[in-house]
Protein backbone atom coordinates (compact mmCIF):
# COMPACT_ATOMS: atom_id res chain seq x y z
CA UNK A 1 0.00 0.00 0.00
CA UNK A 2 1.03 3.40 -0.33
CA UNK A 3 3.59 2.65 -3.66
CA UNK A 4 5.37 5.57 -3.02
CA UNK A 5 6.85 6.27 -6.19
CA UNK A 6 8.39 2.74 -5.75
CA UNK A 7 10.96 4.75 -3.29
CA UNK A 8 11.46 1.30 -1.24
CA UNK A 9 13.45 -0.09 -3.80
CA UNK A 10 16.05 -1.38 -1.21
CA UNK A 11 13.28 -2.63 0.35
CA UNK A 12 11.81 -4.42 -2.73
CA UNK A 13 15.31 -5.72 -3.74
CA UNK A 14 15.19 -8.14 -0.27
CA UNK A 15 11.80 -8.90 -0.39
CA UNK A 16 12.21 -9.79 -4.40
CA UNK A 17 13.82 -12.78 -3.20
CA UNK A 18 10.66 -14.35 -1.45
CA UNK A 19 7.59 -12.67 -3.45
CA UNK A 20 7.30 -13.51 -7.04
CA UNK A 21 4.52 -11.51 -7.62
CA UNK A 22 4.22 -7.33 -5.82
CA UNK A 23 1.19 -5.38 -6.41
CA UNK A 24 1.56 -1.29 -5.43
CA UNK A 25 -1.41 0.24 -4.43
CA UNK A 26 -1.69 4.57 -3.82
CA UNK A 27 -3.97 7.01 -4.07
CA UNK A 28 -2.06 9.19 -6.52
CA UNK A 29 -1.65 8.31 -9.88
CA UNK A 30 1.33 10.97 -9.95
CA UNK A 31 3.49 8.86 -7.68
CA UNK A 32 1.93 5.36 -9.46
CA UNK A 33 3.08 6.70 -12.60
CA UNK A 34 6.64 7.59 -11.05
CA UNK A 35 6.62 3.64 -9.54
CA UNK A 36 5.50 2.25 -13.05
CA UNK A 37 8.51 3.91 -14.42
CA UNK A 38 11.18 2.56 -11.60
CA UNK A 39 9.50 -1.14 -12.47
CA UNK A 40 9.48 -2.04 -8.73
CA UNK A 41 5.97 -4.06 -9.64
CA UNK A 42 4.50 -6.24 -11.93
CA UNK A 43 0.83 -4.58 -11.12
CA UNK A 44 -0.09 -1.03 -9.79
CA UNK A 45 -3.14 0.24 -8.72
CA UNK A 46 -4.23 3.90 -8.99
CA UNK A 47 -6.86 3.68 -5.60
CA UNK A 48 -8.23 3.61 -1.83
CA UNK A 49 -5.90 0.82 -0.22
CA UNK A 50 -8.54 -0.59 1.34
CA UNK A 51 -11.26 -0.56 -1.38
CA UNK A 52 -8.28 -3.01 -3.18
CA UNK A 53 -8.15 -5.29 -0.15
CA UNK A 54 -11.73 -5.84 0.12
CA UNK A 55 -11.85 -6.49 -3.66
CA UNK A 56 -9.02 -9.12 -3.03
CA UNK A 57 -12.05 -11.22 -1.69
CA UNK A 58 -13.52 -11.71 -5.33
CA UNK A 59 -13.93 -8.83 -7.00
CA UNK A 60 -11.81 -7.78 -9.73
CA UNK A 61 -9.70 -4.37 -9.83
CA UNK A 62 -8.71 -2.78 -12.71
CA UNK A 63 -4.45 -2.89 -12.61
CA UNK A 64 -1.44 -2.54 -14.55
CA UNK A 65 0.16 -5.64 -15.12
CA UNK A 66 -0.84 -9.17 -16.31
CA UNK A 67 -2.57 -10.60 -13.19
CA UNK A 68 -5.33 -9.40 -11.85
CA UNK A 69 -6.02 -8.24 -7.53
CA UNK A 70 -8.45 -10.58 -7.08
CA UNK A 71 -6.12 -13.14 -5.35
CA UNK A 72 -4.95 -12.82 -1.80
CA UNK A 73 -1.71 -11.58 -0.62
CA UNK A 74 1.13 -13.32 1.25
CA UNK A 75 1.83 -10.08 2.75
CA UNK A 76 0.33 -7.04 3.04
CA UNK A 77 3.04 -3.62 3.65
CA UNK A 78 1.98 -0.35 4.46
CA UNK A 79 5.09 2.10 5.00
CA UNK A 80 3.83 5.96 5.69
CA UNK A 81 0.38 5.05 5.02
CA UNK A 82 -1.37 4.85 8.25
CA UNK A 83 -0.28 8.46 9.43
CA UNK A 84 -3.20 9.67 6.77
CA UNK A 85 -5.85 7.45 8.43
CA UNK A 86 -6.69 7.79 11.97
CA UNK A 87 -9.05 5.07 13.00
CA UNK A 88 -7.64 1.89 11.40
CA UNK A 89 -9.92 -0.61 12.68
CA UNK A 90 -11.90 -0.82 9.09
CA UNK A 91 -8.10 -1.27 7.49
CA UNK A 92 -7.01 -3.59 10.12
CA UNK A 93 -10.22 -6.11 9.61
CA UNK A 94 -9.64 -5.45 5.70
CA UNK A 95 -5.76 -6.57 5.38
CA UNK A 96 -6.79 -9.43 7.99
CA UNK A 97 -9.46 -10.99 5.40
CA UNK A 98 -7.13 -10.68 2.45
CA UNK A 99 -4.42 -12.52 3.88
CA UNK A 100 -3.43 -16.25 3.01
CA UNK A 101 -4.01 -18.12 6.54
CA UNK A 102 -1.78 -18.95 8.19
CA UNK A 103 1.22 -17.86 6.82
CA UNK A 104 0.51 -14.28 5.72
CA UNK A 105 2.19 -11.38 7.09
CA UNK A 106 1.25 -7.90 8.29
CA UNK A 107 3.99 -5.04 8.49
CA UNK A 108 3.62 -1.43 8.44
CA UNK A 109 4.92 1.69 10.24
CA UNK A 110 2.65 4.96 11.82
CA UNK A 111 3.89 7.54 13.75
CA UNK A 112 4.01 6.99 17.90
CA UNK A 113 1.50 8.72 20.36
CA UNK A 114 2.68 9.16 24.01
CA UNK A 115 0.55 6.79 26.14
CA UNK A 116 -1.50 9.51 27.82
CA UNK A 117 -4.06 8.82 29.42
CA UNK A 118 -6.15 11.85 28.57
CA UNK A 119 -6.10 11.09 24.58
CA UNK A 120 -9.76 9.36 24.69
CA UNK A 121 -8.99 7.18 21.99
CA UNK A 122 -5.59 5.82 20.24
CA UNK A 123 -4.69 8.46 17.56
CA UNK A 124 -4.67 11.94 16.90
CA UNK A 125 -4.27 14.02 13.94
CA UNK A 126 -1.30 16.12 14.76
CA UNK A 127 -0.60 19.81 14.16
CA UNK A 128 1.81 18.78 11.34
CA UNK A 129 -2.00 16.86 9.32
CA UNK A 130 -0.72 13.26 10.49
CA UNK A 131 -2.04 10.52 12.52
CA UNK A 132 -0.34 9.36 15.48
CA UNK A 133 -1.23 6.25 16.75
CA UNK A 134 -0.65 4.71 20.44
CA UNK A 135 1.07 1.64 20.72
CA UNK A 136 -1.47 -0.41 23.07
CA UNK A 137 -3.94 1.15 20.18
CA UNK A 138 -2.24 -0.79 17.65
CA UNK A 139 -1.71 -3.81 20.37
CA UNK A 140 -5.98 -3.97 20.97
CA UNK A 141 -6.91 -3.59 17.21
CA UNK A 142 -4.18 -6.89 16.19
CA UNK A 143 -5.71 -8.94 18.60
CA UNK A 144 -9.37 -8.05 17.85
CA UNK A 145 -8.56 -8.61 14.46
CA UNK A 146 -6.89 -11.45 14.58
CA UNK A 147 -3.50 -10.51 14.63
CA UNK A 148 -0.48 -11.57 16.04
CA UNK A 149 2.22 -9.28 16.77
CA UNK A 150 5.63 -10.62 15.75
CA UNK A 151 7.69 -7.63 16.75
CA UNK A 152 6.94 -4.16 17.31
CA UNK A 153 9.93 -1.13 17.33
CA UNK A 154 9.84 2.51 18.18
CA UNK A 155 12.38 4.75 16.44
CA UNK A 156 12.94 7.89 14.54
CA UNK A 157 10.99 7.05 11.32
CA UNK A 158 11.44 10.46 9.31
CA UNK A 159 12.31 14.00 9.98
CA UNK A 160 10.05 16.98 10.42
CA UNK A 161 11.83 20.66 10.64
CA UNK A 162 15.52 18.57 11.54
CA UNK A 163 14.32 16.62 14.32
CA UNK A 164 13.64 13.16 14.41
CA UNK A 165 10.24 11.76 14.69
CA UNK A 166 9.71 8.93 16.82
CA UNK A 167 7.17 5.75 14.44
CA UNK A 168 5.87 2.66 15.61
CA UNK A 169 7.41 -0.16 13.01
CA UNK A 170 4.83 -3.40 13.42
CA UNK A 171 5.04 -7.17 12.33
CA UNK A 172 2.15 -9.12 12.33
CA UNK A 173 1.38 -12.89 11.69
CA UNK A 174 -2.34 -14.46 11.32
CA UNK A 175 -3.67 -15.43 14.77
CA UNK A 176 -3.24 -19.53 14.76
Known sequence: MGSK???????????????SFLTGVDLSPEMVEKAKERQCYESLVVGDAEVVLNRSNGEETKSEGS??????????FACDVFVYIGDLRSIFASVRNSLISPDGLFSFST???DEDPAVGNGFVLQKCARF???LSYIEELANKSGFEIRAT??????????KDVTGILAVMGVSK
Do not use: Q
Request: glycine letters at 8%.
Open 111 to 113: ECL
Open 132 to 134: AHK
Open 5 to 19: SGGLRMWYRFIRRCL
Open 67 to 76: RSTSSMYDLV
Open 153 to 162: KKCAIRKNEG
